[in-house]
């Protein structure tokens, strides 16, 4: 209430300015209603009553709906009138809800005035300040999911020098070594899904590698999972590997465009045979003998495509995947730390999502929705990698071996 | 049947909505006369209305019943010399929860209704420390302001806070009867019993929703009322089917599909753990869902308007599905911690019959862990059940039309958007838990999906090996769905 009734004498001192003749600013205007601006608010040029109504609104998270069609004049008269299209206009001329954050400044004022007052009044005093105190934890949480968006970032931005590039590691590795030492495995090449050519047997392969390493680098980064046990933090690797690809090659593919499944080397493999040139049509058809291709490209590519997932949507989106579905045969500790992981993983994703409460929640459901396409898809590339086996036709890697086998049990 | 005891829902609810009219009151929010003694339709004893916008009001202010808001908007609006002007054409209605929409119809209402303009004091009262009160000044009071004036803003700034504080607190109190009312005026299109309609209102008004309340009442209410009708389907009151499962089923998909009584009669329906499942049992139950699937479907609204070869597409595929759903939820209602069939057999998760035990294997813990567990931890009602199964129905769009793929799509919008707005409604308290629900009941779809394909590959093996006889029919339903540019399968 001390705050509210600030703003509004001090609008009220604005108002009334010009009839006592005291000079006005006149370079600065609001740019929501157009009223005399005492210099920048939340990032734009804000009268008192404009940036108090803005502040209100973020702290309390008001949603207003307008019943005239959502076009109100907003004007210095008519401001109050529509709370809906202010607000509105609000963020289209930039203020950043981001930057409302508990006054600090107001604090000697307060105390100043709540000491006289009644007890009410001081009753109203602390409530703000419980209030002040309640949003500014909040802030701080705000800027560690800055960071960790950021971390995750870096992880999909690095890359090993170039002379790493062409180094080879002959000998066989098991799988823990592999998640140890991903060098062994491939280089960290830059990633450029840009679906320039068609995949050959050798593109397939190194893609499948380096999303190998991309994946430990982000398995890693997972605070959570630090106090998994060494046998349990196999087991999630081995078997959240397959959805993690699938995310990835998906989110690739409806970025880039292309036709088919698009990998990290800038190939990618078409949906259609037809599309397949002569000389690996024959591969092509084995190693995607149950149509996974255009599976992936109804089921999981056009829907991400016409979502427009923006940079921090997908790189969380990934985590979220690795994170979401169960993994059998691990501890009870693990189940309780995988699942708390999901929950933050989950949160944070809805964080980057910056609409209106129910759109966030829908959209959000809508990419775990697609967790159904992910796990079927993976169940039809196991089909795919055994008969691959069977039949020699790619040579993945001794320390792949585990993984594959983990796979065809089912383990996922 | 058990599934008679949903008519408990609605007291569960009713009580549900009376703790939160206690949220409601303690939230913090100032709770200003008008609302704390409710809404009065007409003045009782002692009760007098706003002759301006029918408010409560406290006596007589400039000559006419007013209430505090008006009051003091007539007293501001003479102080200043307001001239305002009417953006809708000067008749907008002067009403509790309008009336500050439009200052220049409020005005003219004032005046209309005999507020007298010469009755509102100076504006030298404005600035006494009781100048709501309008109380008498000293003049050394007068003379100290005087001198505020002279020195800088910040100081008329500290000086005007409690008249300032006065207003506020009407300002306020304003507010938040609006925010009721409009709440109420959309309450008042919901087929709701008049009984519950207060309860509604504290509800609904906190927080405020962009979802007009109707259109998400009549979505799940409209799927739940499928669910019975196709649930309590039975014209055939004896469960005589047991025997019918010695006779394989050799018709294709497509034609039993739309004459589900040649698969099964329409037995009524009891998931419940009275006998142990044997493989008779597992194929009789399996038809009876297939009846009841089929059933439905046709009821749905949106595969009716799908064309005939993509209705059989996504029926096929979504049919084990919806038997996982289906069938884990009504064990989870029956209190069975294992599967239960709609004959009233069951498997548990330990014992059984050896064939029905090995059938399982590999699916019992995930069934119990991914989907079972999480329907209990969320302590799910038929609404969401019902919702789900509209989501995952619509879930995907592989092999159909252009024309399809666009229903498909614009169903699950639809049940995702009518899924979140429940949860938020009835189970959640804020946006993030509903987000957090919803997003948990889509994992829950993707074991789902892992349990079929886990069981196709069981009906395979127990096949190959002999373990249970399945039909034709069975079998085919459960291979993997063929990619769409590969040769269809030869039929019979």
């Not at chain 2, 408010?55 to 003479?78: E, L, P, W």
């Not at chain 2, 059940?385 to 989501?391: H, P, R, T, W, Y």
């Amino acid at each position: 209430m001390i705050v509210d009734s600030i703003s509004s004498s001090t609008a009220s001192t604005s108002s009334s300015s010009p009839t006592r003749g005291t000079p006005i600013r006149k370079s600065l205007q609001c740019a929501v209603c157009g009223d005399v601006a005492l210099g920048k608010h939340y990032g734009v040029n804000a009268c008192n009553g404009c940036k108090g109504f803005f502040r209100r609104s973020i702290w309390k998270n008001r949603t207003y709906a307008c019943r005239h069609g959502g076009k109100c004049l907003v004007a210095k008269e008519q401001r109050n009138a529509c709370r809906s299209c202010r607000l509105t206009r609000c963020l289209d001329v930039g203020m950043n809800p981001r930057a409302v954050q508990g006054d600090t400044v107001e604090d000697p004022e307060w105390d100043e005035e709540a000491m006289p007052e009644t007890l009410s009044i001081s009753t109203q005093t602390d409530a703000l300040k419980v209030k002040k105190k309640s949003h500014t934890s909040l802030f701080t949480l705000d800027i560690k999911k800055e960071q960790i968006i950021d971390n995750l970032r870096a992880i999909y931005a690095r890359t090993d020098p170039e002379e790493f590039w062409k180094l080879t590691y002959p000998g066989t590795y098991d799988f823990r070594y592999a998640f140890h030492n991903t060098k062994v495995v491939s280089p960290r090449t830059p990633l450029t899904p840009t679906a320039e050519r068609i995949a050959t047997l050798n593109d397939v392969v190194a893609d499948f590698r380096r999303a190998f390493v991309l994946f430990v680098d982000i398995l890693k980064s997972i605070d959570q999972l630090r106090d998994v046990q060494e046998d349990d933090k196999m087991k999630i690797a081995k078997s959240r590997f397959a959805a993690f690809y699938w995310w990835l090659c998906s989110t690739w593919s409806a970025k880039a465009g292309c036709n088919g499944v698009c990998y990290s080397n800038g190939s990618y493999h078409p949906a259609s045979i037809s599309d397949m040139p002569k000389s690996e049509g024959k591969h092509g058809v084995r190693i995607d003998y149950s149509g996974v291709s255009q599976k992936s490209l109804e089921n999981l590519v056009e829907p991400l495509r016409r979502m427009e997932l923006s940079d921090e949507e997908r790189i969380v989106g990934a985590v979220m995947v690795i994170l979401a579905d169960p993994v059998p045969n691990v501890s009870t500790k693990t189940e309780k730390i995988l699942a708390e992981a999901r929950d933050f993983y989950l949160e944070l994703l809805g964080y980057c999502i910056k609409l209106p409460e129910e759109q966030q929640g829908i959209r959000v459901s809508t990419m775990v929705l697609l967790l159904a396409s992910i796990m079927e898809l993976v169940h039809l590339t196991t089909d795919n990698i055994q008969l691959s086996d069977v039949l020699h036709v790619i040579d993945l890697g001794d320390w792949s071996q585990e993984l594959r086998d983990h796979r065809y049990r089912r383990q996922f | 049947m058990n599934e008679r005891g949903m008519l408990v829902d609605p007291r569960f609810d009713a009580f549900f909505k009376l703790e939160q009219i206690d949220d409601y009151k303690y939230d913090g929010a100032d709770t200003s006369p008008s609302t704390s003694n409710g809404l009065p339709e007409t003045s009782n004893g002692g009760r007098l209305i706003c002759d301006v916008c029918g408010d409560v009001a406290f006596g007589k202010h400039y000559g006419i019943n007013a209430c505090n808001g008006c009051k003091g908007f007539f007293r501001r609006s003479v102080w200043s010399r307001r001239q305002y002007s009417c953006r809708f054409g000067g008749d907008c209605p002067v009403v509790k929860e309008h009336r500050n929409v439009c200052r220049s119809c409020r005005l003219k209402k004032c005046f209309e209704v005999g507020m007298n303009p010469d009755s509102v004091q100076n504006e030298r009262d404005r600035n006494a420390k009781n100048g709501g009160m309008g109380g008498p000044m000293s003049s050394p009071t007068q003379s100290s302001l005087c001198k505020e004036l002279t020195i800088s803003n910040g100081q008329i700034k500290r000086k005007r806070l409690r008249p300032e504080t006065v207003e506020k607190t009407t300002q306020t109190d304003g507010k938040l009867e609006i925010n009721d009312d409009f709440d109420f005026e959309n309450m008042q299109q919901n087929p709701t019993p008049p009984g519950l309609l207060p309860l509604k209102i504290e509800r609904i008004s906190t927080p405020p929703s962009d979802l007009p309340v109707p259109m998400d009442f009549s979505i799940h209410s409209a799927v739940l009322d499928i669910e019975q009708k196709v649930f309590y389907n039975c014209p055939v009151a004896v469960d005589n089917s047991i025997n019918a499962t010695k006779t394989p089923i050799t018709l294709p998909f497509e034609v039993v599909f739309r004459q589900p009584h040649l698969v099964c009669n329409r037995y009524p329906m009891r998931f419940s753990n009275t006998r142990v499942l044997t493989p008779e049992d597992l194929i009789d139950g399996w038809r009876r869902h297939f009846t009841y699937y089929s059933d439905w479907c046709h009821a749905m609204d949106e595969f009716k308007a799908l064309s005939p070869e993509d209705q059989i597409v996504l029926a096929k595929k979504k049919i084990i599905l919806h038997g996982w759903l289906v069938h884990a939820y009504y064990s989870y209602k029956s209190g069975c911690n294992g599967i239960c069939f709609a004959n009233g057999a069951a498997h548990l998760p330990e014992g059984g019959h050896p064939s029905i035990t090995e059938f399982y294997k590999e699916c019992m813990p995930r069934y119990l862990n991914y989907v079972i567990y999480p329907m209990h931890n969320f302590q799910m009602d038929d609404a969401e059940m019902v919702l789900i199964k509209c989501i995952m129905f619509f879930s995907s769009e592989s092999g159909l039309s252009a024309a399809g793929r666009q229903i498909v799509s614009a169903a699950r919008e639809k049940y995702l958007s009518a899924l979140y707005n429940y949860g938020r409604a009835n189970k959640c308290t804020t946006s993030a838990q509903a987000t957090l629900r919803i997003a948990k009941f889509m994992i829950m779809l993707s074991a789902i999906t892992s349990l079929t394909h886990l069981m196709n590959e069981g009906v395979h093996v127990t096949s190959l090996f002999n373990i249970i006889e399945f039909d034709e029919l069975i079998q085919a339903t459960h291979k993997t769905t063929p990619p769409q540019h590969s040769p269809p399968a030869p039929m019979g």
